[in-house]
């Protein structure tokens, strides 16, 4: 199991959980998410992401699937991060952590 900060995981209309991560080619992609509840201000994710894959967790509303993006670490400035060539700001993605609940 996964945690992922809950400011990155969304629901679909159906209330389905997911997430947006950053391809190995710098594209937005959605993953749909298992997640078994919450710890603290993340949430405990069993299926959909695996360890070092890049969750968007800013910018989220900015960007679709499929989009091109520059991703930086989380707390880099923020006009680091750009989508379509700096015009965005949806980039941010840092790797996922894992963990296991206690």
Do not use: C, M
Not at 32 to 45: I, S, Y
Not at 71 to 92: E, F, T
Request: aromatic fraction near 0%; proline fraction near 7%; charge should be positive.
């Amino acid at each position: 199991a996964l945690l992922v900060p809950q400011r990155a995981v969304t629901r679909d209309q159906a209330g389905r959980a997911q997430t947006l991560v950053v391809t190995a080619a710098n594209k937005v992609e959605r993953r749909q998410l298992v997640t078994e509840r919450e710890l603290g201000d993340a949430w405990l994710v069993t299926s959909g992401i695996e360890a070092g894959d890049r969750v968007i967790v800013e910018g989220v509303q900015k960007v679709r699937p499929g989009a091109d993006v520059k991703p930086v670490p989380a707390g880099a400035p923020a006009k680091s991060a750009g989508v379509d060539g700096g015009r965005g700001s949806g980039g941010k993605a840092p790797p996922v952590e894992s963990g296991s609940a206690r």
